[in-house]
């Protein structure tokens, strides 16, 4: 089993940055991917980017060349630093892991990002 607990999350206006963390603990080393989903009131839950254990990461279009996903294997933590943030950036942020054999998904509890002036 894994444990995910995310943190970072707050407000920030328009234009601003926020790093938000999170702290794995449990069976990570059945880990094969990580990564940060976002979803917004009345919107479907979507991928903001993923990481491998390789260290293949993924992107969506929106917050390519804002987003940076990061991994500090030594601390067991998942970051994403967030620049140039938008209005439409707003939503609460999940962190996940995949575990590939068997297949199962786990989630952290979310952390809310509001870009607001």
């Known amino acids: 089993q894994v444990q995910l607990v995310e943190s970072g999350g707050g407000l920030v206006q328009p234009g601003g940055s926020l790093r938000l963390s999170c702290a794995a603990s449990?069976?990570?080393?059945?880990?094969?991917?990580m990564g940060w989903h976002r979803q917004a009131p009345g919107k479907q839950r979507e991928l903001v980017a993923s990481?491998?254990?390789?260290?293949?990461?993924n992107y969506a279009d929106s917050v390519k060349g804002r987003f940076t996903i990061s991994r500090d294997n030594l601390k067991n933590t998942m970051f994403l630093q967030m620049n140039g943030l938008k209005p439409e950036d707003t939503a609460v942020y999940y962190c996940?892991?995949?575990?590939?054999?068997?297949?199962?998904?786990?989630w952290g509890q979310g952390t809310q990002v509001t870009v607001s002036s």
């Open positions: 996940n892991a995949v575990q590939a054999i068997p297949v199962k998904v786990y």
């Open positions: 449990g069976s990570i080393f059945s880990i094969s991917a």
């Open positions: 990481i491998t254990t390789g260290g293949r990461t």
